[in-house]
């Protein structure tokens, strides 16, 4: 077995055994909100010297991170089936409306990618850190000798990435948007413009546990009310008093463990239509990573973040386009 691979297996050895649950007693050694939904892209590699070094890289950077609780990694099969559906190779450079749209699709709020570079006899590790919310682009870097152990050299970096986003933490993740400023975006975008009357019906599931008390649904029929719009309830109306009807449906499953956290990753889609017309005036998704404690708390925190991040986007278009045909002046 070569070196590489001999370092390659401890690697993920070491991270499996930090990423098991700890005991009852231990505590958290970080609280919930420090702890960063991420994801790691592929790095590049920089000349021919370093041919195949950007694969080794990555994997030994993931199984490096998994052990730190300054972030939660996405899970890397998602990750690239998001990619793959978007089109995206993001290695490299990454736009702010392709980080963004990341972020909606797998929750990572931070994103690491990178380059490999030999420069004569030295090795250079560099990442880049990139915040899908605030667009910030920050920096890490590492660097050793062409014959040092490529695992000790990565180590080093990702000692590095996760002191950076303790630290720049503000920077890279923005303020959790509270109900309050999300109401005052909502009524600038939505103006002085007569509100629909809406039904919104979302089917919830956690994987492996029931569901109680749905999420989503009563985060977006509450800022629906607060906004203005007439809500009717599904279970004691009719649909034919609506003008618009919303439904979808939230998944929420647990991602990861660090000690007695959770990351609990959810899911929500989103579909309205216009009930006269059966016209498709919204459809999409977003995805959100929760922390907590317990596995129901992350779970409800995913499903109302995803749905508040959805409302954001779905709301203006629900008023705009049906306003002529519901009598507004």
Known sequence: MTSFCKSLVVGLLAAWC???????????????????????????????????????????LVAALLTRHEMFLVDREDMDKVLNELGLNVSGAVKPEEAARVRQLTGAKI??????????????????????ETSRVLGASAKGKTTDDLAVLV?????????????????????????????????????????????????ERHVGQATADPAAATEIMA?????????????????SDADVLVTGEGLTETAARHGNLISVKGRLELKAVDRPSGRLLFVDRHVAVAVDLTEQIAGKQALEEAAGELAERMLPKIVGPGKKERGAK
């Open 155 to 203: 180590d080093q970096l990702a000692d590095q990435v996760a002191k950076t986003i303790k630290k720049q933490a503000g920077q890279l993740v923005a303020r959790p948007a509270s109900a309050k400023d999300r109401i005052a975006v909502l009524k600038e975008k939505l103006g002085a413009v007569k509100r629909p009357a809406v039904l919104v019906s979302i089917t």
């Open 223 to 239: 800022l629906c009310e607060k906004l203005g719009f007439r809500v009717i309830d599904p279970k004691q109306g009719s649909r």
């Open 111 to 132: 994103l690491v990618t990178g380059s490999v570079i030999q420069v004569d006899a030295h090795l250079y590790l560099v990442a880049k850190i990139v915040g899908t």
């Open 18 to 60: 930090c990423a098991a649950p700890l005991g009852a007693a231990e505590k958290p050694e970080s609280p919930p909100e420090t702890a960063h939904p991420a994801a790691v892209f592929a790095f590049q590699e920089r000349g021919d010297e370093v041919k195949g070094f950007g694969k080794k890289v990555t994997d030994l």
